[in-house]
């Protein structure tokens, strides 16, 4: 059963315009949501997360809104950049669960075009 | 180091036989974390540990899995009697604790069962 889930293998945009990822979650007792940057060779690396008390959090290019009762969040980049070709995953957390194991969905591959 | 040590980065074993993966967390981290990334699959949790409490063993896919954590530092994780299905990018993260999900992940091993 995959508690999170994005259902989009990979998404291809032109460089300038906006670059939307999408996730949704299951589980109610979700209440931590991050995006994770993975580069070929690489592991991922951190990007931007939100809590569950709020909607929407910016972090310069990227935006992640959260709609709970949808059970979905997105990440917006914008301007995107081809520096932004990588896998990106969404992960989701229980902070009143006895640990910060963290769920991922399967990635999606976000290609920029110049 | 500044960062998770993953090795080897690369491993090709025959079926049947034994490996070893081995993971440096952050220095000061006390909450390591093994991952699992198969083809076309998200991150799959295995086991995690925080300090000197009981590991969180609840990912493992089977007994052939096992893991230790000598002197709350190094991770190693054992894979006995390779089978196939166990190829996979094994993904190593630490973090600062419990409710920390700041998780800093090591680059990876490939494992490629023959």
């Known amino acids: 059963d995959q508690q999170v889930k994005q259902n989009s293998p990979s998404l291809s945009v032109q460089e300038g315009r906006i670059s939307i990822l999408n996730c949704d979650y299951t589980n109610s007792m979700f209440d931590y949501f991050l995006w994770y940057k993975k580069y070929p060779a690489e592991g991922p690396t951190f990007l931007i997360s939100i809590s569950s008390i709020k909607d929407k959090n910016e972090d310069g290019r990227f935006t992640v809104f959260l709609n709970k009762s949808a059970k979905h969040l997105s990440l917006h980049i914008v301007p995107s950049q081809p520096g932004d070709s990588a896998v990106y995953f969404c992960a989701a957390g229980d902070r009143g669960g006895a640990n910060s194991k963290l769920t991922f969905g399967k990635g999606i591959t976000l290609s920029v075009r110049p | ?114």
């Open chain 2, 1 to 114: 180091g500044a960062g998770v040590s993953q090795s080897p980065s690369n491993k090709v074993t025959e079926k049947g036989k034994d490996v070893e993966l081995r993971c440096d967390p952050i220095s000061g981290h006390t909450a390591l974390y093994w991952y699992r990334q198969s083809l076309g699959q998200g991150l799959e949790f295995l086991i995690y540990f925080q300090g000197n409490s009981a590991p969180d063993k609840s990912g493992l896919p089977s007994d052939r899995f096992s893991a230790e954590r000598t002197g709350g530092s190094v991770s190693t994780l054992t894979i006995q009697r390779t089978q196939q299905e166990d190829s996979a990018v094994y993904l190593c993260a630490s973090s600062l604790g419990v409710l920390s999900y700041g998780y800093t992940f090591g680059s990876g091993t490939r494992l490629t069962v023959v």
